[in-house]
């Protein structure tokens, strides 16, 4: 059963992948010169082709389009070639795009998921058990953290982490996601072992920034629940104070927490390109950097749908299911 | 005849009436400098926040930049000839810091002016219009805030090859506004629906006097704790796009200087190196502190009810 509040999600959602994928397609239209010839010339030193041979070469093989057809036949072919998950070649890496992105992605979703657990489900417990004890010398602290974490931006926080715990203490790897010399890929302790120790400064990283937001949203979210008349009523009936934390506060307060997890990954997977730089992380983020210092369109178009997709995508997900995990949402 | 009355109380809520200098000074002391010195956070915010504008205004005079690179000098300490010590070529680190707090505060101050702009002419259209044109522009606004704004600013800064701030914060500011639109446009509606507005119509105003001694003043104080809101997120973008080393404008920019120690000349790799790694960051970190601080405490100002990290 669709409901007409979920097509409109859906509409709207398309409409959001459109416009994104307009702008990717006129920023590829408007590429400096310069970049494209260094391309072209490549081609030529390499097959040997005329110069105009070698540019369409170059257009249709690392941009996508076309340029001898009309431009709207260019802007169908392109989008229509990113829906297929065709994205190109990349000319730097001298690897096709989708080889890159299936190397990349598996690293930057567990890195994003595993941070994105942990500060949600701490915070969330460390809110509800502020909003429930009331007058703590947690709260003060807390809400001095929170100041104090907002006015550091998450790159900030990746570099005093790798400077101090990877650099000077040795405590942590320099870069990548794993020692290839050491471990051998596959489900064993010490390969699983190798990645987490890998994956720790990175994902600390984004724990620290995101922590004091949630609690704080929490806290915020269950003091307003905490005046409702049932969890007086739940108080009065004598209830274990366990069951009215969870089953009366926690479960209503975190509603609105929910919606703004689709917001949360937006910017986690925006933080992810300097974060990922700065541990040489080989995740999506790590190589958007890449792409954009060494200019491949190629590599910035595709890892940049497929950001905005996942981004699309969370934010969908969360509209649909929010009417199932908050039935007020519903009647609407 | 019977026009008169409205005639006359139109004038008398359109005369503007001259105050004195003194007068002025007097109200804005007890509406904006008093409540700021008596709330703890917003003066230690102003304190931080004008620490950094003299930096930036005043400090490029009294401090010169010598760029002169000496070798010997390399990865000093700190000391009285040189308060944070000294770069990979033996250049004064606080010298860069004061020259490149106007580079970072012109970038973010430009970035926030556009974006209050345009938040302000989206909202006050959409929520003073309604209607289609409502429907329209939130469409678009609701585009804006999905899209996530960190890699198209750095796609459309690497394309357009920036290398003025003003073009700079014009790319930062189209990826910054949606969200103020959406809350002037909330506020709009919910004022449009209010007694002094409604009377005000009733009385034959213009559409202009309406939205521009009416409605505008009613959020200025709001846009005023959004400014500096938006002004800290400038910084940060700015930062982490210069950080990546795609925009070439100055080497004592802030951002420049982080990429710098950390890919270019190793600073962050030798143990006498720290001074020159952690200058930036911690001016960053201490610039934005106080820019939440001031926000912060000018909203509790406004609306007690309301307390952030509190």
Known sequence: ?332 | MRRMPVEMIKEVITEERKKTLKEALVEFYYSWIRPILKNRRAFIGSLILLMFISMATVGPLIVPLDLTTRWEQRFLPPSWEHPLGTDYAGRDIFQQIVHGSREVLTIAFLAAAYAILIAISIGIVSGYLGGVVDAFLMGITDIFLTIPSFPVMLIIAVTVRVADPFSFAAILAIWMWAGLARSIRAQVRSLREREFIEAAKVLGMSTRHIVFKEILPNIAPYITIYFIRMMKGAITASVGIMFLGVVPLSIVHWGVMMNLAMFQYGAVYVPEGIFYALSPLMAIVLLEYGAICFASGVEEIVNPRLKTYE
Do not use: C
Not at chain 1, 7 to 29: E, G
Not at chain 1, 36 to 63: K, N, Q
Not at chain 1, 101 to 130: D, N, Y
Not at chain 1, 294 to 299: F, I, Q
């Open chain 1, 1 to 332: 059963m669709i409901s007409k509040r979920a097509i409109k999600r859906i509409a709207y959602s398309l409409a959001t992948l459109f416009a994104a994928t307009t702008i990717l397609f006129i920023v590829v239209h408007n590429i400096p010169g310069d970049v494209i010839y260094v391309w072209v010339y490549d081609i030529v030193e390499t097959y040997g082709v005329s110069w105009e041979e070698a540019e369409r070469i170059a257009r249709v093989m690392f941009l996508g389009y076309e340029p001898d057809k009309p431009l709207w036949q260019q802007y169908i072919d392109y989008i229509r070639n990113l829906l297929r998950g065709n994205l190109g070649y990349s000319p730097t890496f001298r690897l096709p795009v989708n080889a890159i992105v299936a190397s990349a992605l598996p690293w930057t979703l567990f890195i994003l998921s595993l941070s994105l657990s942990t500060s949600f489900i701490i915070g969330v417990l460390l809110g509800m058990f502020i909003a429930w004890k009331r007058k703590t010398i947690i709260d003060p602290i807390v809400s001095a953290y929170a100041a104090f974490t907002d006015a550091t931006p998450d790159f900030v926080t990746a570099m005093l982490l790798f400077i101090f715990l990877a650099v000077r203490l040795g405590l942590f790897p320099l870069k990548g996601a794993y020692d290839a010399e050491i471990v051998t890929p596959g489900f064993n302790l010490p390969f699983i072992a190798n990645v987490l120790w890998h994956a720790a400064l990175p994902v600390l990283s984004y724990v620290i920034e995101h922590i004091g937001a949630w609690t704080l949203l929490m806290k915020g979210s269950a003091v307003s629940v905490l005046e409702e008349d049932y969890v007086r009523a739940a108080i009065a009936r004598g209830l274990r104070e366990s069951r009215v934390v969870t089953a009366y506060i926690g479960r209503t307060a975190i509603i609105p927490l929910v919606a703004l997890i689709a917001i949360s990954i937006g910017s986690m997977m925006g933080g992810s390109i300097l974060i990922e730089t700065v541990f040489t992380y080989p995740g999506m983020g790590y190589f958007f950097a890449q792409a954009i210092g060494r200019m491949d369109y190629a590599l910035m178009q595709g890892l940049f749908f497929l950001i905005i997709a996942g981004v699309i995508l969370a934010n969908l997900v969360v509209d649909l299911i929010y009417p199932i995990i908050d039935p007020r949402a519903r009647e609407e």
